[in-house]
């Protein structure tokens, strides 16, 4: 499908049930730009199952929107809560199914991965992979809330992967055929 393909669109997304970032690149060859970058508001919203169907919905709007030809996701990290973890995989998997559902493959990332392949040190913090996107996206603004930079983050990361020749760790699906054959244990 990109073979040959000079430019692509990625679309990176930090999924979260308060508030998602996004953030879209155009890769041309060797070099990224910015596209656009943002976030997804939920925390005014009680009910978790209308904060999943808010983000099924954006993450949709967004595909539509800005026809990437990737989008890769932030991989829930490993903590103590195993609420929040559920939370958050169930936010990650919903916004996996609304790609899936436009037949864009999807890449996931660690959050360590994503960190130090934008700063070079897997336990930057927030701020610190903010500024080296401002740098090398030469953007000056500085977004009202770091979720758009972590989702932005995940873009780059995933630009960088097929740029350098390690291949990257993540792992891709061209739909839910290629998932589900890949899963077997997991779908019933």
Partial sequence: MLVGKKERVIMGIDPGTAIMGYGVILEKGSKIEL???????MDHLDDHFLKLQRIFAKTVALVDEYKPDVVALEAPFYGKNIQVM???????GIAMAAALSRDI??????????KQSITGN????KEQVAAMLQRLLNFKETPEFLDATDGLAVAVCHSFQRVSTTGGSGKSYSGWDTFVKDNQKRVK
């Fill in 35 to 41: 596209i656009a970058m943002g976030i997804v508001k």
């Fill in 86 to 92: 559920l939370k958050l995989g169930r936010a990650q």
């Fill in 105 to 114: 493959p999807i890449t996931e990332y660690a959050p360590r991965k994503i």
């Fill in 122 to 125: 897997g336990s930057a913090g």
